[in-house]
């Protein structure tokens, strides 16, 4: 099994559950960077984001403590 920043599970090799940065305590933060990113929607349902979004975010996020749209 294969994991990203914060522990998360890389799945098909390129994406990330949505879910899974849900319970992250900074998701409402990463929720205002993603607006106008692409999410993949699962064969059931579940929604995905794509690991090179989620690693782009990812590094900003700890080498600077913001985002992209952040001033």
Do not use: N
Not at 1 to 25: A, E, N, Q, S, W
């Amino acid at each position: 099994m294969t994991t990203t920043y914060f522990g998360l599970t890389v799945v098909k090799d390129r994406l990330v559950r949505l879910d899974d940065i849900r319970r992250l305590p900074f998701f409402s933060f990463w929720e205002e960077s993603s607006r106008g990113s692409a999410l993949c929607e699962g064969d059931e349902g579940e929604m995905f984001v794509y690991l090179s979004d989620w690693e782009s975010f990812s590094d900003l996020f700890i080498k600077t403590g913001k985002h992209r749209h952040s001033e």
